[in-house]
């Protein structure tokens, strides 16, 4: 097991490059970078843009472009040959200034590669319209995300398991029947979806106001007791974890149901009712762990599942200030430190996460030999 562990250590350094690369070319080729973007505001073409860059952040890069901007004024010198789409009238000499101030006065690979050395030490750069560094907007982020995602992993876990299990036994059943159902609505749903679906009728949409519609504490959070805190964040995380469990319990019933259903027909299992054991007794003390193995040492990937994709657009709809939310916001923004600096620490912790995951299998049942397979 270790001579496993210690390969799998050593892939995650080329799989990460892999990615990290791939994204990088990508982003090089996409339209709209951090100049660009700047340029727009500069000239006035995109307000929103000028909402995102400059709203609220206090960026000193904007302020500077603009005291680069008024020192430029009645400069005739053009950049109509420029690569950059709407620079045209902008001097040569101010344009080469932000890309200085971005970085992208290098070339692309001089860039990438002082990307990856930077990374092995986790520096991350800072963002480019925030002032403060990357890791610091990543450790102030993290914890909303998590929250979302154990929360939510812990929720199906406890509907999904005894639902599966009750789903086996009681197989073709009305009860199995109805159920089935439901979970193909679960199937039908995106979390996205059924969270405004919740929004409308239990936030004030439309018909209820019970639960509140943004942000995981209410006004006040700070001055009140220990007690009253725990149900305000009670109360905010209702509604998006409710979005996520429906369209994350689905699969894994079914999973937990046929893998019940794979070991009730065993010979061990038909064995063990012949010696005179009850029905319980050879459901929970022969089935239950050899049908509860791919369950239980899948719990590290459907958390990251959960984390990566679930999330996302729930922390985005509820106005969540999570991991998510910053990763579309960079997006929108162009914030490549941020971008690039969240996809590698996604990356890295959904590698660990596999390989955790990996051993677990062998913890659950020792008779998986993954080195076996080499």
Known sequence: ??????????????????????????????????VEQMIAKMQGIDGNATARISGGTGAESGANLNASVDATKGLSTSSSDSKYRGAQGLPPEFIAEMEKQFGF????????????KNYLSFDFGESYYRDVSVIDLIIEKLPVSISLGLWST???????????????????????????????VGYAIPSFLFAILLIILFAGGRYFD?????????????????????????????????????????????????SFMDEIGKQYVLT???????????LYKHVFRNAMLIVIAGFPA????????????????????????????????RDYPVMF??????????????????ITYVLVDPRISFEARG
């Not at 209410?218 to 979005?243: C, K, N, R």
């Not at 990251?304 to 106005?319: H, N, P, Q, Y």
């Not at 600096?341 to 990996?358: A, E, R």
């Open 272 to 282: 063990a009712r012949a010696k005179g054991l009850g029905e319980r007794d050879v």
């Open 210 to 258: 019970l639960f509140p519609l943004r942000g995981l504490t209410s006004d006040g959070f700070e001055d009140m007791t220990l007690i009253a805190q725990a149900i305000d964040y009670a109360w905010h995380m209702v509604l998006p974890i409710a979005a996520m469990v429906v369209s994350g319990f689905a699969g894994l019933t079914m999973l937990t149901k046929n």
């Open 302 to 333: 459907a958390f990251m599942s959960i984390f990566f994709t679930g999330a996302l657009l729930i922390e985005v709809i509820f106005s969540l200030d999570g991991l998510g939310l910053l990763g579309f916001e960079s997006t929108i923004n």
């Open 105 to 116: 006065d290098k070339p692309a690979h001089e860039r990438f590669f002082m990307m990856i």
């Open 1 to 34: 097991m270790a001579s496993y562990i210690l390969k799998r250590l050593l892939l995650m350094i080329p799989t990460l490059l892999g990615i990290i690369l791939i994204n990088f070319i990508i982003v090089q080729a996409a339209p709209g970078g951090p």
């Open 154 to 184: 812990l929720i199906i876990y406890l509907i999904s398991i005894p639902l599966g299990i009750k789903k086996a036994v009681k197989d073709g059943e009305p009860f199995d029947i109805w159920s089935s159902g439901v979970i193909f």
């Open 341 to 358: 600096g969240t996809l590698f620490i996604f990356t890295l912790m959904g590698l660990v996460l596999k390989l955790l995951s990996d």
